[in-house]
């Protein structure tokens, strides 16, 4: 029998912060989970919008946009959040400087990309996060096992096209939870 435990690989996956999550940063937060492996966990906190919107963004890195784009920028997380991120879709692409983390969603850090996206030319749906989530290894773990968190599949639609408010009843619901019901912690027999 062998004692080595195989570690669970969350990528992919929504992160549903528990009502009774007491970290400011993640209240009712839904995050997308970019990386999971021994060496720890990485994601974007996916409903949590700043003040800034992409416009403002454009124009402080000089890239030249097209159109107004109104679209607010989100707070990834409490890591590095001088750090811009793109998640995005893989239509339109591929873009050289993405790293691919299922079919259809990809993440990037790329200027490059984001002169795409002003141009026009970039992938159909996309967010703009600054900083992002991270978790030590095991740490994810032993606070999904401590019922901070619930996971459920990402799904492209309540990644890209539900507004920010709406993203983490949506992610409840889809585990087929009422999330006016939903309690914080966890009931035993």
């Given at each position: ?42 994601g ?101 096992q ?6 459920a ?29 939903l ?7």
């Amino acid at each position: 029998m062998s004692t080595q435990k195989q570690a669970m690989n969350l990528a992919n996956q929504f992160l549903i912060a528990m009502p009774g999550l007491n970290d400011p940063n993640f209240e009712r937060s839904l995050i997308y989970l970019c990386h999971h492996d021994d060496e720890g966990a990485m994601g974007l906190v996916v409903n949590q919008e700043t003040e800034a919107k992409l416009d403002e963004i454009l124009e402080q890195l000089d890239i030249d946009c097209d159109k107004e784009m109104q679209q607010k920028v989100l707070h990834g997380g409490p890591v590095r959040q001088e750090q811009g991120f793109i998640l995005h879709s893989t239509d339109n692409g591929p873009y050289a400087k993405s790293d691919i983390i299922s079919e259809d969603i990809a993440l990037s850090g790329s200027l490059e990309l984001l002169e795409h996206i002003a141009q026009g030319s970039g992938p159909q749906h996309f967010l703009i996060s600054l900083g992002y989530a991270g978790w030590a290894p095991d740490q994810l773990e032993e606070e999904i096992q401590s019922n901070s968190w619930l996971t459920a599949p990402a799904n492209s639609e309540i990644l890209f096209q539900t507004p920010s408010h709406l993203k983490w009843q949506k992610a409840v619901a889809s585990l087929g939870f009422d999330p006016d019901t939903l309690q914080s912690t966890a009931g035993h027999a």
